[in-house]
């Protein structure tokens, strides 16, 4: 676990810093339909302002935001996301993520851009879980663990 | 292979074989349909994200695996043991 720092400019900075990075990185996700953007630079933004108030609030504080275990079962979720989209298209008979067969009743076209923003959402959880995770299993054979 | 790699085309040459309508076996390409169609497929008008997430969706389920295996194998590997 990582002590939490002894200047006061570093934690006020980056615990004010850190909502707008998690806004930012939400408005990356969503914005992938309309320009640059996406579910893995969304879900790395996200994941930096995590790894950000782990760094400089410590560990303990950060986890009252986003628990260490629960990094790793976020990630796996992300990918059962975009796995289980193309399942629930198989599963009406259409071909492994063909958004067109997605059981949500509008016309085709409709059903592929929210099929698109689905796969980005999975993206994006499985980017913040598995970065998280990295983090946090480098920093458990810290000295002060 | 690096002799070779002096003869490809240029970086955004449209007269390039991959940016062929018809290719030279006479099969359509797939860069035209996908420009000339991704927003009436989609209903999304960024091009980019219809090509990595509905065209090559499957790519990218792949490249998210990849991700995750490797968040994995550093669980895997720094975790420390339970004695």
């Not at chain 1, 676990?1 to 408005?27: E, H, K, N, W």
């Not at chain 1, 309309?34 to 986890?63: C, D, H, K, N, W």
């Not at chain 1, 992300?78 to 289980?84: E, H, I, K, Q």
Request: aromatic letters at 10%; a neutral charge; one cysteine or more.
């Amino acid at each position: 676990m990582i002590a939490p720092t002894d200047s006061p400019i570093i934690a006020v900075v980056s615990r004010g810093l850190a909502p707008f990075i998690q806004l930012f990185a939400l408005y990356v996700v969503f914005h992938g339909h309309y320009g640059p953007g996406g579910g893995f630079q969304g879900g790395a933004m996200f994941a930096a302002s995590l790894i950000l108030l782990r760094l400089s609030l410590g560990g303990e504080v950060a986890a009252y935001q986003f628990k260490n275990g629960w990094a790793t079962p976020l990630g796996a979720a992300g990918v059962a996301v975009f796995a289980g989209v193309g399942i629930l298209t198989m599963m009406r008979r259409g071909e492994y993520l063909n958004y067109a067969f997605l059981p949500l009743g509008l016309e085709a076209a409709s059903l592929r851009s929210f099929g698109i923003l689905f796969i980005e959402i999975g993206v994006a959880m499985a980017l913040i879980g598995t970065l998280v995770a990295i983090f946090d299993d480098l920093v458990k054979g810290h000295e002060s663990d | 292979m690096i002799s070779v790699s002096f003869h490809l085309p240029f970086h955004g040459d449209v007269h390039a074989p991959s940016h062929r309508e018809i290719s030279r076996t006479g099969s359509r390409g797939a860069a035209a349909y996908y420009i000339r169609n991704a927003e009436r497929d989609a209903k999304t008008i960024n091009m980019v994200t219809v090509t990595l997430a509905d065209y090559r969706g499957f790519d990218t389920l792949g490249e998210t695996v990849v991700v995750f295996t490797a968040g994995i194998v550093c669980y895997l590997v720094l975790r420390r043991r339970r004695e």
